[in-house]
């Protein structure tokens, strides 16, 4: 666990055993990203927000950005936050950043650099595209930005299973997804 400005950590998923240390650091929140929230019971005392985030570069990490920013800021005025992955090394690294990022209004690169020197991290590639985005977009999401409804339309047409050939776009073929089968029915008679 490393704190990155006062009262702003970041770390691993806390052990029980770890609480009373928490509170003795002055921790008064805790932000977990993860795919599940910690367990009920000795982390009750700490103010809590979790958001189910796997550590994937398809994850949208634009879209709980502003929350998880928000939670921070809010708790911060209160004590300090941890805020927490699995390993501490990607998610988790990836929200501290955005929140230098927002703070300072530094670039991702020199954002990644104020926390690097507290805590060794690696955002995997598709959250640092989002990063640079947010940066972009001038510390916010913004979306009616043109990057931002750039960036919309690329992630509904990837997963839109639609192999696109740039050479002959007359070719563009739509595929079948191997585990949702396809379904068509007519919209006029519905067979």
């Known amino acids: 666990m490393n704190e990155?400005?006062?009262?702003?950590?970041?770390?691993?998923?806390?052990?029980?055993?770890?609480?009373?240390n928490l509170l003795r650091f002055g921790i008064k929140s805790i932000l977990t990203l993860d795919a599940a929230p910690l367990s009920d019971g000795v982390f009750d005392c700490f103010n809590r927000k979790f958001i189910r985030l796997l550590d994937e570069p398809s994850q949208d990490v634009l879209d709980i950005l502003e929350e998880a920013l928000d939670f921070i800021d809010l708790s911060l005025t209160t004590g300090g936050?941890?805020?927490?992955?699995?390993?501490?090394?990607?998610?988790?690294?990836?929200?501290?950043?955005?929140?230098?990022?927002?703070?300072?209004?530094?670039s991702y690169d020199s954002a990644l650099e104020v926390v690097m020197k507290k805590r060794l991290v690696y955002p995997n590639i598709g959250f640092v595209n989002q990063l640079k985005l947010f940066e972009v977009m001038k510390w916010k999401v913004d979306r009616k930005s043109p990057v931002y409804?750039?960036?919309?339309?690329?992630?509904?047409f990837r997963g839109s299973n639609i192999a696109y050939n740039r050479t002959d776009p007359s070719t563009t073929i739509a595929?079948?997804?191997?585990?949702?089968?396809?379904?068509?029915?007519?919209r006029k008679c519905s067979f």
């Open 81 to 106: 936050i941890l805020v927490h992955c699995a390993m501490g090394v990607s998610r988790s690294a990836t929200i501290v950043i955005a929140y230098v990022m927002r703070k300072n209004k530094l």
């Open 149 to 156: 409804m750039q960036y919309a339309s690329i992630r509904t």
């Open 175 to 186: 595929t079948r997804d191997p585990v949702q089968p396809a379904t068509f029915k007519c």
């Open 4 to 20: 990155i400005f006062p009262g702003l950590w970041i770390g691993s998923c806390p052990f029980k055993e770890n609480a009373p």
